[in-house]
């Protein structure tokens, strides 16, 4: 199937800092990404919808000026958490669809966020 | 045996038995259904995925059922080995809604005992 590279794959940031996780379609070109956010011992929450050029669609409750993202080429889209805060330590994936095969979703191996 | 609480609800399984996860979709309007694996600290991994035209599919020792009429999913894999002890998650989609998001089900972590 296709793959879908995130990176990285864990990251330690300090409070107040902000960190950019990378998601990337390496053999498709992904018209629209999604990125989740996984709790332990929970299941994944849609934070936001990115599609290439445009905005995020932001899920309720996802404030969009901490979670950034920015999907500007067909493989690349970013998430960028700014002045974390140690409640946003959690395991964030994405996700990427291949806009020529409208049926399944490809998922990033995740990132696991930790803000001391 | 399944426990549920505030963890995830488990399933024990002997290694050669067959497993049955089962799942409860909340979106009548649904019609597009995956089941996913998650191993520990990996992003989840496409199993098999069922349209609501049809109430069985089949892969490599996983058969996935859907059940319209009581919103109800489910996945069995024959022959249960170690290797596929993870979470498994349901997820279910309204494909003619011109978007791709999934809701997530809960969550039912397989547990193989050797």
């Known amino acids: 199937g296709a793959v879908v590279s995130q990176h990285p794959s864990r990251v330690i940031c300090k409070s107040g800092t902000s960190v950019k996780i990378e998601c990337r379609s390496l053999?498709?070109?992904?018209?629209?990404m999604f990125w989740y956010r996984q709790f332990p011992k929970k299941s994944l929450m849609l934070m936001a919808t990115?599609?290439?050029?445009?905005?995020?669609?932001?899920e309720q409750g996802v404030e969009k000026d901490k979670f950034l993202i920015n999907h500007a080429s067909l493989t690349l889209s970013t998430l960028t958490v700014t002045s974390a805060h140690p409640e946003d330590s959690s395991f964030y994936i994405c996700?990427?669809?291949?806009?020529?095969?409208?049926?399944?979703?490809?998922f990033g191996q995740g990132t696991r966020l930790t803000v001391v | 045996g399944e426990s549920v609480g505030l963890h995830l609800p488990t399933l024990s399984v002997q290694e050669g038995d067959n497993s049955i996860i089962n799942c409860a979709y909340s979106n009548s309007a649904s019609d597009y259904f995956i089941w996913y694996k998650q191993e520990s600290g990996k992003g989840p991994q496409f199993i098999i995925d069922i349209r609501s035209n049809m109430d069985k599919r089949q892969g490599q020792r996983v058969t996935v059922l859907l059940n319209k009429t009581v919103k109800h999913l489910s996945l069995q894999i024959a022959a249960t080995q170690p290797g596929d002890s993870a979470v498994y998650f349901c997820a279910e989609n309204i494909s003619g809604a011109g978007s791709y998001q999934l809701t997530f089900g809960k969550g039912t972590k397989l547990s193989v005992i050797p």
């Open positions: 053999d498709f070109q992904a018209t629209t």
């Open positions: 996700s990427a669809m291949d806009g020529s095969v409208n049926t399944e979703a490809f």
């Open positions: 990115s599609n290439e050029g445009s905005k995020a669609t932001y």
